[in-house]
């Protein structure tokens, strides 16, 4: 073997590499589909290991030309199902490059889709992804909001969307009106213990009369609700004995469903409602989320 040859191996390995790489991305250009399913056909991308055995030294190359390949097929998505594609190119995305922190945010934003009348789907993938990207970015304020959005809207698990919403509200840069959704979503999902507790918490640490006020308030509201979920507890058992709605709250207290008579921190009293729950004469409403908030998606 020459010494020329001997020589131009060296400077082969590096042009081989290169034209592998090369070839990966042309790959990626039209990349193969799965049969298809109806007249949809689903994105089948290269795996992981693949990837990045053939595009040694240009994943990140590759994670940003899988990325154009996002955007572009968001923007031509129609259907749920063509949304649904994003989810399978955002996880190939972060495998390869797991601090591309933009890839988590805008894929889970665009993944969840109406179908009409609120029925929602690619939901599950969305949050799985924030919950991906929240292991690497636990402080992303985003985040954090938009999967509390997911649990609270989506799954109605209000329990830890309040956990995901308290988290988020003591973030840099948090929107005021996180913590008050905490503690309403808190007494949502009948946690009124810890809704008090964080709402006490944000009493002693408020800067301000105003918001020590405010808080305040919230104390109040939380001990009127959680008087509101026992009647609500005694008209349910009320029903299952009976068949039928009591007409009033003293009927529950006369008849032993209710054994303490229902205290309201603020002097109301209690009555119940058309739709056969506990109202107060001081609040029009019960603590719960009406419309879910919206962290502005996408």
């Not at 990349?31 to 007249?39: F, I, S, V």
């Not at 309403?184 to 009369?209: F, I, K, P, T």
């Not at 509101?228 to 008209?235: F, G, H, S, T």
Request: charged residues 25%.
């Amino acid at each position: 073997m020459t010494s020329l040859a001997m020589k131009s191996r060296p400077f082969l390995l590096p042009v081989v590499t290169s034209l592998c790489a090369l070839l990966a991305l042309l790959l990626l250009v039209d990349p193969p589909r799965k049969p298809p399913r109806g007249a949809h056909q689903e994105v089948l991308l290269p795996r992981e290991d693949v990837l990045r055995a053939v595009g040694r030294g240009y994943i990140q190359l590759i994670a940003d030309y899988l990325w154009i390949q996002l955007v572009q097929t968001a923007g031509r998505a129609r259907t749920a199902e063509e949304y649904r594609d994003l989810y399978p190119y955002a996880d190939l995305i972060t495998d390869l490059d797991p601090h591309f922190d933009m890839v988590y945010r805008f894929a889970a934003g665009a993944l969840p889709t109406n179908l009409g009348r609120e029925t929602w789907v690619n939901t599950e993938e969305s949050s799985r992804l924030l919950r991906k990207g929240l292991e690497l970015f636990p402080d992303d304020l985003k985040m954090n909001m938009l999967l509390a959005y997911n649990l609270s809207t989506f799954d109605k698990n209000y329990r830890e969307a309040a956990q995901v919403a308290e988290r988020a509200s003591r973030l840099p840069g948090a929107p005021a009106y996180l913590s008050q959704l905490a503690t309403r979503l808190y007494a949502q999902a009948g946690s009124v213990d810890a809704g008090l507790a964080l709402a006490q918490s944000l009493v002693d640490s408020a800067e301000d009369e105003a918001t020590r006020q405010l808080f305040e308030q919230r104390i109040r509201d939380l001990e009127l609700e959680a008087e509101l979920q026992r009647v609500d507890a005694a008209i349910a058992r009320f029903r299952e004995t009976f068949g039928a709605t009591p007409p009033d709250v003293d009927t529950l207290s006369w008849l032993g469903f209710l054994p303490e008579p229902p205290h309201d921190p603020q002097g109301g009293g209690f009555f119940i409602g058309s739709d056969g729950r506990a109202y107060s004469t001081t609040q029009q409403r019960r603590l719960e989320i009406f419309t879910p908030f919206n962290p502005g998606r996408g």
